[in-house]
Structures are given as C-alpha cells and as structure tokens.
C-alpha cells in the first residue's frame, strides 16, 4: 500500500524567503509527526499531531516555524524568512493508534 | 532533557554478527526502537521492545535491553553486505505522545 509522501523531495532556497513543505501520511493515521535531521543537531523532533490538534509543539526551534494539519491528513511545515542554520532533511512520520511510526523519504531543505 | 548516546562507526566481515549498542538516560522510556537509514533513504523500522522486556528475538536481530544500566543493543546474526546503513536507537517517554527521541546513529560498514 501507499506509504507516508513528502513534497517537494528537495528544495533549494534564499536566505529570507518563506518555504513550505508537505506531507501526505499513511491514510486513516491519526497522528503524525515532523522531524528535523542535520550535520550538526542529528534527528531531534519538532511537533507532534493527533488529529488536526497539536498538544506538543516543544521541538519547534523558533516562532518562525509553525505548521497545521487540515481534514485529519495532510500536513504543512511552513518556516518563515528562512536562515541558514534551516538547512536540513526535515522528516515526516505517521502513526496508527499504537506505537510504531512510518517516516517518509523526507524533504532536504538548502538554504542558500 | 533525554539523552541517548551510540558509538558512531562499526566495521563488521560479513558473515560475522554484529552488535550495535545504544545508552540512554530517560528511566521513565516506554519503548525502546531501532531504526534503519540507507543513504537517500528515510527511516526504516526494524523492531521495538516494551521497556518490562529484557530480549526480543525477529529472524536475523535481537535486542537486548538492560533496564538497570539503560542500555540497549542490536544483534545482528550473519551480516550482509546490504546491512550496510546507519542505525538508530530511539526512545519514548511515558507520556511523551510517542514523539521519539533518537540517538547519534552507528554507521555499520559491512566488508568482504
């Protein structure tokens, strides 16, 4: 079956502009969460949905990351006035109602 | 904050096993993972164990956790050139909304 789908697979920016990047979970998965893995930070966890509800956002790394989830699937990762430090594969995971997550091929991020 | 720790490189004879090992600091971890990376490749689950269990056996692999010492280890019998990846140890925490917390990653090299 269809597994988790992240758009666009690379993607190459300016410091400064706004990127977003989208992930299409695994169908009837209700949670779904985003992950960040860099040279320098490893894979550290950014936000947590159950639903279209965000009860952790702790790993968001600052207020230029935000991200919604509409309909109960597809999710957005939007980060603002891109920096350098931004530059990395940005994971996305869906879960059923039980503990294992299903990654995506992820989404590498370059800001220029 | 949670911290867990792996050696970063292991070089194995195929046909030998190998053994990945991964220390944690979190007690209150519900599950324990491994994961699997290839390159370009996102992240691949290759068996979990519940925190109250000390072994878990699935063909080729066995985890081996240690409560005590917080201490977890990947076996992997007969290592084949296409073991050949980075391995990630994970943890959640009770209460946590399953978010994963991942370790450094051990890039195992398979020889001829």
């Known amino acids: 079956g269809a597994g988790v789908s992240q758009s666009p697979s690379n993607k190459v920016t300016e410091k400064g502009k706004d990127v977003e990047l989208r992930c299409d979970p695994i169908?009837?998965?209700?949670?779904l969460y985003w992950y960040r893995q860099s040279l320098g930070q490893g894979l550290e966890f950014l936000i947590y949905?159950?639903?279209?509800?965000?009860?952790?956002k702790s790993g968001l790394p600052s207020d230029r990351f935000s991200a919604e989830r509409t309909g109960g699937s597809v999710s957005t990762l939007t980060i603002q006035r891109t920096q350098q430090e931004d530059s990395a594969v940005y994971l996305c995971?869906?879960?059923?109602?039980?503990?294992?997550?299903?990654f995506g091929p992820g989404t590498r991020l370059t800001v220029l | 904050g949670e911290d867990v720790e792996q050696s970063l490189f292991l070089s194995v004879r195929e046909g030998d096993s190998s053994v990945i090992n991964c220390t944690y600091t979190?007690?209150?971890?519900?599950?324990l993972y491994w994961y699997k990376q290839e390159p370009g490749a996102g992240l691949q689950l290759l068996t979990y164990i519940f925190s109250n269990m000390d072994m878990k056996q699935d063909q080729r692999l066995t985890v081996l956790l240690n409560k005590k010492d917080k201490h977890l280890s990947l076996r992997i019998a007969d290592t084949q050139t296409g073991d050949s990846a980075i391995y990630f140890c994970a943890e959640t925490p009770l209460g946590g909304g399953n978010k994963l917390t991942f370790g450094t990653g051990t890039q195992l090299k398979v020889e001829l």
């Open positions: 979190d007690s209150s971890s519900t599950y």
């Open positions: 169908s009837g998965h209700t949670a």
């Open positions: 995971a869906s879960s059923p109602a039980s503990n294992e997550q299903f």
């Open positions: 949905f159950q639903g279209n509800s965000a009860p952790d």
